[in-house]
């Protein structure tokens, strides 16, 4: 490095990074460093040229991990670091480039070496590296200063105090890199964490009176989502073939940046990320989440939570309890506006599924809001393209929808939302559908996706569990839904006959031969029959709650009825089959009545007329299955935790394939919902098991 421009390749080789791995001292004010900190070359752009930069540079790693305990020089370039932040402020406001970009070199160079001691050694030894000071003979003071609490406070300093501007934008940008970085000390030990140095710098001390600010900062960075500055808009000297290193690489974050600081990182499949259109915001938006799921200390909760679940509007003018600390205000409505349109990252979503469950301002708020269409439709997105979302993006849908359908009023307005022309659904043309019927529509979708392809064990339950939540307010269903809702309980019909039929045969085939092992058919039979329950349960709710409002689901329940007949006599349905078996035998004898060769027409009329002569008496409503919020399915938050990926991997890959340790060490326990009819608690939803509803046809 220098201040010559340079190429990767030259790196292993350059005279300033040699001195500052090697074995003499610099002193922080050596002039060394303005020596060592004036570097620019071409800006790598993708996965291989950062996998380059990360392998030229690993030699200067190791050698600085192993003579930095005698020498001190890390220290001395955070001490250098730290003596220029404190004029960061007065340099933007000056429009000093040259300091600027100076002072994010050396917190770019930080933040490099600050991922290989994370990696290499224990955090008592990399407590050692940032607390080394030099002695002179006869000093025998054991007194030495806490770098790295002094880091960590100057960079949440530096994130929340120094304005944004396009001289500082990559700096801001580095900054809640490195604080990443130094979170993910967690994914090195096999333990949850709940006294590392994360707890007792972010938690306690003098970084703790920051939490508000932090967070705020963060929401607001993502509420924002502001671009990186154009090309000759930066600080860094420029080349004709490209911009500054530290420019390139936030401006590619969304190309595989992560590799940088992990050798390769931990993740054993990258998947293509679409280009970031705000590093800053991608960047606080990961920040935001971790810090957010890290686990209580063991003698103090998690601050940074207890800001997320109590932060309040800015139109709220109520007085903040004395109880709640770390409070502050935010715009709500730029805060939903952000949400619904970014809802395409599996971060983005994450955080919408944080603020509902933890926030309970937040959730008021939405579930008030009368533009519900554009929170939830990018979240039906995520379920119809199921097949090109990874598993932890769709379960986070899934499980905001089982929150937005907790609430009656949420299930009541969706059905008085009108749709016109939704193009993304392909399956049939939709001229004009309510937000309730495409929601069912995409959810029984889900399901059948899940029959017959991904085969998750768990994910038909919560589909059933959000369509359970929902048909006691089922209102004017489009016909199609209501089709699709007899056609899932023909498809469960179809499954339950095979296996049963598959059952007998091998019980007759087991009287001939002693030797082999009977399938566990019984067992396969008991899930299928409950998950059919499930479905009568949902048409028995909204025939018992809203028969008159629903005469094409009639329509479909008369035009299949031959399809109820065999549950009729069942014991597992004879309760739940009552009022459907009602109403099917009311409104046939009526049909039978009016003649034969009907229209469509026709017979909507006479059902509408018959729900009107139909004593509702006579339907008898059963125990609610509303869907319960618990402290189970921690799956889902290990999966979830795989999100706290940042510069550039896929949201998945960085944890996903490590989640059973990893996941749980970087995020902890966290609450969950999950529906109460799932057949085994505390099982990860994530598991590919084999599953009777989707045995090949």
Request: hydrophobic share 40%; net charge neutral; aromatic share 8%.
């Amino acid at each position: 490095m220098g201040s010559n421009s340079s190429r990767i390749g030259d790196l292993p080789k350059n005279e300033y990074l040699k001195k500052l791995s090697g074995t003499e001292s610099i002193s922080e004010n050596d002039p060394f460093w303005n020596q060592l900190l004036s570097f620019s070359f071409p800006a790598p752009t993708s996965s291989s040229e950062l996998k380059l930069l990360e392998e030229a540079t690993i030699s200067v790693c190791r050698s600085l991990v192993e003579n930095n305990p005698r020498t001190g020089n890390l220290g001395a370039l955070i001490k250098v670091f730290l003596s220029r932040t404190k004029e960061l402020k007065l340099s933007a406001e000056c429009q000093n480039h040259i300091f600027i970009w100076q002072t994010h070199n050396a917190l770019f160079i930080i933040c490099c070496l600050l991922k290989v001691f994370i990696c290499q050694m224990s955090e008592e030894e990399l407590q050692l590296h940032f607390t080394y000071e030099e002695k002179s003979p006869g000093n025998y003071s054991s007194d030495s200063e806490d770098l790295l609490e002094e880091l960590l406070c100057c960079l949440m300093q530096l994130i929340t105090d120094i304005p944004l501007l396009d001289i500082t934008y990559e700096i801001s940008v580095e900054a809640i890199s490195t604080m990443v970085v130094f979170l993910s000390c967690q994914l090195f030990h096999k333990e949850v964490l709940r006294q590392s140095i994360s707890h007792k710098y972010l938690m306690r001390g003098p970084c703790l009176p920051y939490t508000s600010k932090l967070v705020k900062t963060l929401l607001y960075n993502f509420i924002r989502q502001e671009k990186p500055p154009p090309p000759g808009a930066h600080v860094f000297p420029q080349q004709s073939d490209g911009g500054g290193l530290l420019y390139g690489l936030a401006s590619g974050v969304a190309t595989g940046l992560w590799t940088v600081f992990t050798l390769g990182g931990v993740g054993s499949k990258a998947a293509a990320s679409p280009e970031l259109s705000s590093p800053l915001a991608n960047q606080s938006l990961l920040l935001l989440l971790v810090l957010a799921n890290l686990t209580d200390a063991s003698d103090a909760p998690n601050p940074y939570r207890q800001a997320i679940m109590s932060f309040k509007n800015t139109q709220d003018s109520s007085p903040f309890p004395s109880s709640i600390p770390h409070a502050f205000q935010i715009n709500f409505n730029s805060l939903y506006t952000a949400l619904c349109e970014q809802q395409t990252s599996d971060q983005a979503t994450l955080l919408l599924y944080t603020l509902l469950h933890q926030n309970s301002n937040i959730r008021t708020y939405m579930l008030a809001r009368t533009d519900m269409e554009n929170l939830v439709l990018p979240i039906l997105e995520i379920l119809y393209h199921v097949e090109e979302r990874n598993s932890h993006h769709v379960y986070m849908a899934l499980i905001i929808l089982l929150i937005l359908t907790e609430d009656d009023g949420f299930n009541r307005s969706i059905h008085e939302v009108i749709l016109k022309n939704i193009t993304w659904y392909s399956e049939r043309v939709l001229t004009e559908i309510s937000l309730g019927s495409l929601l069912i529509l995409v959810v029984i979708r889900t399901i059948q996706y899940n029959m017959t392809r991904t085969r998750d064990k768990y994910l038909h339950t919560n589909c059933l569990a959000a369509l359970a939540n929902m048909s006691a307010q089922f209102r004017s269903l489009h016909q199609y839904a209501a089709q699709r809702i007899i056609s899932l309980f023909s498809l469960l019909s179809k499954k339950h006959n095979k296996v049963l039929e598959q059952a007998t045969q091998s019980l007759r085939g087991s009287l001939s031969s002693n030797d082999v092992p009977l399938p566990d058919y019984a067992q396969d039979l008991n899930v299928i029959e409950e998950v059919i329950r499930m479905m009568l349960e949902i048409i028995n709710s909204c025939l018992t709650n809203s028969l008159h409002h629903n005469p094409n689901l009639v329509y479909a329940l008369l035009y299949k009825r031959d399809l109820f007949e065999q549950f009729r006599t069942h014991p597992s349905f004879q309760d739940i089959m009552q009022n459907i078996d009602l109403v099917i035998s009311f409104f046939s004898s009526r049909l039978l009545q009016a003649g034969a060769e009907l229209s469509v027409e026709r017979v909507l009329e006479i059902i509408k007329q018959g729900v009107v002569a139909l004593p509702k008496d006579r339907l008898k409503p059963l125990a609610d299955r509303q869907v319960d919020r618990v402290l189970a399915c921690q799956a889902f938050v290990h999966a979830a935790s795989g999100f706290s990926q940042f510069h550039g991997l896929s949201v998945s890959s960085l944890f996903y394939p490590h989640f059973d340790h990893n996941i749980a060490r970087m995020l902890g326990k966290q609450k969950c919902v999950r529906h109460h009819l799932c057949p085994r608690k505390n099982v990860s939803p994530f598991r590919r098991e084999r599953h009777p509803l989707a045995l090949q046809s």
